[in-house]
């Protein structure tokens, strides 16, 4: 099956009900087996790299990578560049195929934040593809970027900047983050609020660490898509770091890998299960 275009994803969300899950790649058996979950569990959602793990690879070679992988598979699934932190990154995924993008502009100010999500969202919808965009500071660890910052989005600017931006997905922080060394801490009137003032859909980040019943919750407020990406490393090296305590003389990369696949497909049909109380 062909990646789905995001805006196609988005809908089939909204026709199905699904809160739809955006599952974080850094290599080829990471990719499998979120692939391999999707299959399995038979519900769409996302695949997805950041721009800081991009560093390992290239838009190119991702996208070549889960177009391989794909090729016997029937569920929908759409390639997402996930905190896109230059402009660069956000024409380089789009010339690869990637079928969605966000960009974070959130570091900046308030104007300077709308003007750059402008810019994105005026070329990736030319070539007819949707625009996450994130309103607020959320903390934690991400990928080889730490934050201190956790600044939950303020409501009163929710409503101009998606008007002004023309954004198509709202990331928020409620007080999500990233990571799994920081607990999160909900703020659903927060959340209420938003999601009143929002006229787009909303997507939660740091989907590792929030109870799955705070995020069915969430569902309730016009939240389309929440991310995951520590819950899977984790179990990736696990099974790696497992080995080697039980045979410091093991070598057999084949085997191990073949095993980490199995076990973050575990992971990723948990995760979709959970999400959606299927």
């Known amino acids: 099956m062909q990646l789905v275009n995001g805006f196609k994803l988005m809908d089939y969300a909204k026709e199905k009900g699904l809160v739809l899950p955006a599952f974080n790649t850094t290599n080829y058996e990471l990719t499998a087996a979120i692939i ?61 195929g990637f079928t969605s993008i966000m960009v974070d502009a959130s570091h900046l100010p ?33 990928d080889d970027h730490i934050s201190e910052e956790d600044a939950k989005t303020d409501p009163n600017d929710v409503a101009e900047f998606v008007e002004r931006t023309n954004c198509d997905l709202l990331a928020v922080s409620i007080g999500n983050v990233h990571g799994m060394d920081l607990a999160p801490n909900l703020d659903f009137p927060l959340l209420e609020e938003i999601a009143q003032l929002s ?57 191990l890998s073949r095993d980490a696949i199995v076990n973050v497909e575990e992971r990723v049909k948990a995760i979709i299960a959970e999400v959606n109380g299927k």
């Not at 709308?114 to 959320?138: D, M, N, Q, S, W």
């Not at 799955?212 to 898509?225: G, P, S, T, W, Y």
């Open 199 to 255: 006229k787009v859909p909303l997507v939660l980040h740091g989907g590792s660490g929030i109870p799955f019943d705070q995020v069915r919750k969430a569902k309730e407020q016009n939240l389309i898509k929440v991310n995951y990406g520590s819950d899977l490393r984790q179990a990736f090296i696990r099974t790696f770091g497992q080995a080697y305590e039980k045979n410091h003389n093991e070598f057999d990369i084949m085997a």
């Open 36 to 96: 391999k979950g999707y299959e399995a569990t038979g519900l769409g959602g996302y695949i997805a790299i950041s721009s800081s793990n991009l560093k390992l690879s290239s838009p190119k070679i991702i996208a070549d990578m889960v177009k391989s992988v794909m090729q016997d598979v029937s569920t929908p699934i759409a390639l997402h560049l996930d905190h896109g932190k230059s402009f660069e990154d956000v024409k380089a995924c789009i010339d690869a």
């Open 110 to 142: 308030f104007e300077e934040n709308i003007e750059e999500v402008k810019r994105t969202v005026e070329y990736c919808h030319f070539y007819g593809i949707p625009v996450e965009a994130e309103l607020g500071a959320i903390g934690g660890k991400e």
